[in-house]
């Protein structure tokens, strides 16, 4: 084991440090800065070889590290906030200094398990931004659609119509956004040709759109996270689990509720296409519902196999051919 462990507490403005060597703690803040950020480095790239970074996945809040340490060659760790808090047990009381310790012990603790964190290409990095850019678009967009449906609600006549005009505005704006940022989200696929190669495979498959292959490719890191499709299908909640202990408890294998729901919800619009598009997961489809399978099963199954599907094309380099023997 390494002897020191940094571990950093992330906010908007500042980072919560600490570090843990020879048994010993400090605990430090400084700015959220590029500048900050490389002046507490310094003294620790001697000691690259020794030293262990961990931190949590913030979003945005991580991009001023993720630039810096692009550049070093300390072994970090970056944690799902959840992993990380699953992984605390019962604790009570919480601020960014305890938060921070608690990120030294759970890589102390975790280290030989976990995968180090490497940077992403800078097309990648721009990618995700555009993505979630376009995501809190969209869920923008789906308030103003429903508030349009609400309107109808108010009595009063002359009140309604100037408030749908100015809903009928706001829709018009923020379609014209997205549009925008799906344009340049094709720019940037386009500009980089392992990208490009990798969401043309995607697209192969039945029911695998342009924005699906865009999430899998953000959520994949280009496929150097979840290196194994059960890792990401599990990530995406498509995967059933068995529950059983002792004699007293057997229930039906299901999903887990810890997935992403974003992710799910897209394989699920994938799902549903790809079963009404004449190919061999519609086959399976048919034959398994035929059998009396429940239908939410049988689509799960789908979206299971719609993942595997997607980890062959970009391995063989091949598109998908129709050809698959679907059991």
């Known amino acids: 084991m390494r002897n020191i462990i940094i571990g ?11 570090i843990k060597k020879d048994k010993q703690y400090e605990f430090i803040k400084i700015d959220n800065s590029p500048v900050q950020i490389k002046k507490f480095l310094k003294p620790y790239k001697p000691l690259a070889n020794q030293v262990y970074l961990g931190m949590e996945n ?4 991580n991009n001023n590290l993720y630039q810096v340490l692009s550049q ?15 992984s605390i047990g019962l604790a009570r009381g919480k601020n960014d200094k305890v938060d921070a310790e608690r990120i030294v012990s759970f890589v102390q603790k975790n280290y030989e398990e976990l995968e180090p964190w490497e940077p992403s290409s800078k097309s990648l990095q721009n990618l995700k931004v555009l993505s ?10 789906t ?20 408030l749908e005009r100015i809903n009928a505005k706001s829709l018009k704006e923020i379609s014209a956004h997205i549009r925008e940022i799906e344009k340049i989200i094709d720019q940037t696929i386009k500009a980089d040709e392992s990208l490009k190669t990798k969401m043309d495979l995607m697209q192969s498959v039945p029911g695998v759109g342009k924005i699906v292959a865009t999430a899998i490719l953000v959520k994949t890191d280009g496929f150097r996270l979840y290196k194994k499709p059960r890792k990401l299908a599990c990530c995406a909640g498509v995967v059933p689990f068995n529950y059983q202990s002792g004699t007293s408890i057997n229930s039906r294998s299901k999903v887990s ?4 729901k974003s992710l799910k919800t897209l394989l699920n619009m994938a799902a549903l296409r790809a079963v009404r598009m004449g190919n061999d997961l519609q086959h399976y489809y048919d034959r398994k519902v035929a059998e009396g ?4 099963s049988v689509l799960n199954a789908v979206r299971n196999k719609i993942i595997h599907i997607i980890y062959a094309v970009i391995k063989n380099q091949k598109s998908f051919k129709n050809r698959l023997v679907l059991s």
């Open 293 to 296: 399978k429940n239908k939410m």
């Open 143 to 162: 308030r103003l659609k429903q508030k349009k449906k609400d309107y109808k609600y108010i009595s009063d006549k002359s009140l309604r119509k100037k």
């Open 257 to 260: 509720h810890m997935a992403d």
């Open 132 to 141: 979630t850019e376009r995501r809190a678009m969209v869920k923008t967009r």
């Open 72 to 86: 070093e060659t300390f072994t970090v760790f970056v944690v799902h906030p959840y992993h990380l808090k699953q």
């Open 58 to 61: 913030t979003g945005k809040y």
């Open 8 to 18: 950093i507490d992330i906010s908007a403005k500042t980072l919560d440090i600490c």
